[in-house]
Nanobody, 115 residues
Framework: QVQLVESGGGLVQAGGSLRLSCAAS????????MGWYRQAPGKRRNLVAS???????NYADSVKGRFTISRDNAKNTVYLQMNSLKPEDTGLYYC?????????WGQGTQVTVSS
């Protein structure tokens, strides 16, 4: 079955950086729109950033200018470079793959930003 495995989360001080990775397997990766979502405790899961098969990107207003999403189709991997992290960026970050009616989620990686 399809697997999305996130890595790169951790504890970082405000102003620091982290790079998340999501490795996909058993999937036609290059045709999927890939996204990163964040869920804070007691909150809804919200889109942070996405990248289409053609490389077009979309960002939540709260992360524009600080986060960068990219993909490497040869490695079936999507990345999220997070700079200038803020405490409000804390949450469980999920990788998402979407193509027509096919939607897959990873298990999530925790990001905690201390003030």
């Amino acid at each position: 079955q399809v697997q999305l495995v996130e890595s790169g989360g951790g504890l970082v001080q405000a102003g620091g950086s982290l790079r998340l990775s999501c490795a996909a397997s058993r999937i036609g990766f290059s045709i999927y729109t890939m996204g990163w979502y964040r869920q804070a405790p007691g909150k809804r899961r919200n889109l942070v950033a996405s990248i289409t098969s053609g490389g077009s990107t979309n960002y939540a207003d709260s992360v524009k200018g600080r986060f960068t999403i990219s993909r490497d189709n040869a490695k079936n991997t999507v990345y999220l470079q997070m700079n200038s992290l803020k405490p409000e960026d804390t949450g469980l970050y999920y990788c998402n793959a979407r193509f027509q009616d096919y939607v897959y989620w990873g298990q999530g990686t925790q990001v905690t930003v201390s003030s």
